[in-house]
């Protein structure tokens, strides 16, 4: 099922690009391979502390990460499996800040977990080998 998790995804992410094209953030959720109540876990570093569920709480989610920010763009480095239907994705995140002027980047990685070929859970790290160790793929 790996290289399977690893596709779904690819598609999930290529669909969330295609929103925000659109401004249409939780377009990810329209693919049908991400269940209704996926739960979306911001991890040490992000603002507040709570988790977000399903299509609305990740749109309030994405808009408050990126809402100082013009230009905001989200390009994917690498998406690794992880087993266990657990797949890494490795990011690379920039901006604008509005206020400010100053271009500010951050690495990031998340892992998604599946169930039956659709996420339902999505852990969001500031730190990619925080990520990867969490996944058991460094020690």
């Known amino acids: ?3 399977e998790n690893v596709e779904v995804v690819r598609r ?3 669909a969330f690009q295609q929103g925000l094209e659109r401004n249409d953030p939780g377009a990810a959720f329209d693919t049908g391979m ?12 992000f603002p507040g502390s709570r988790s977000y ?6 749109i309030e989610f994405m808009r408050s990460w990126t809402e100082d920010f013009e230009g905001w763009s989200n390009q994917v480095e690498r998406l ?3 087993g266990n239907d657990r797949v890494v994705g490795v ?3 920039s ?6 002027g100053v271009p500010v980047e951050v690495r990031l990685a998340t892992i998604y977990e599946l169930e039956g070929g659709q996420i339902v859970r999505m852990r969001i790290y500031l730190d990619p080998t925080e990520a990867l160790e969490a996944a058991g793929l460094r020690q």
């Open 1 to 3: 099922m790996s290289h």
């Open 12 to 14: 999930v992410l290529e």
């Open 34 to 45: 991400v269940a209704a109540d996926a739960e979306w876990i911001p991890g040490r570093g």
């Open 53 to 58: 569920r399903g299509r609305e709480g990740f």
């Open 80 to 82: 690794i499996d992880a």
């Open 91 to 93: 990011f690379r995140q």
């Open 95 to 100: 901006g604008t800040g509005k206020e400010s």
